[in-house]
Nanobody
């Protein structure tokens, strides 16, 4: 069992920045790929970003590429999402997720992830 708790969400104006954190339980954090997903009301949950076990590789949705940065600190059992140049369309509940995976390719679909946090609200005003 892995428990994930997100924090750092809030209200920000367009063009601003937020940094989300996801704290994980357990002693095998480095064994998991970590990802961020978001879901707005009435919309499907969508992939945002993911990072490999060592942090050496990352993947981003086209909609956030160049604006968001995912990182992890395995010593702190924490994954981060730095969000810059925020847009109103970034408004959503952001969830972190953990995936145990033997393949080296970074998972980008919700069904590939085993554990989920409860989410943190991000609201971007225009």
């Amino acid at each position: 069992q892995v428990q994930l708790v997100e924090s750092g969400g809030g209200l920000v104006q367009a063009g601003g920045s937020l940094r989300l954190s996801c704290a994980a339980s357990g002693r095998t954090f480095s064994s998991y790929f970590m990802g961020w997903f978001r879901q707005a009301p009435g919309k499907e949950r969508e992939f945002v970003a993911a990072i490999s076990r060592s942090g050496s590789s990352t993947d981003y949705a086209d909609s956030v590429k160049g604006r968001f940065t995912i990182s992890r600190d395995n010593a702190k059992n924490t994954v981060y999402l730095q969000m810059n140049m925020l847009k109103p369309e970034d408004t959503a509940v952001y969830h972190c997720a953990a995936a145990f995976r033997v393949a080296t390719t970074i998972p980008s679909h919700p069904h590939e992830y085993n554990y989920w946090g409860q989410g943190t609200q991000v609201t971007v005003s225009s």
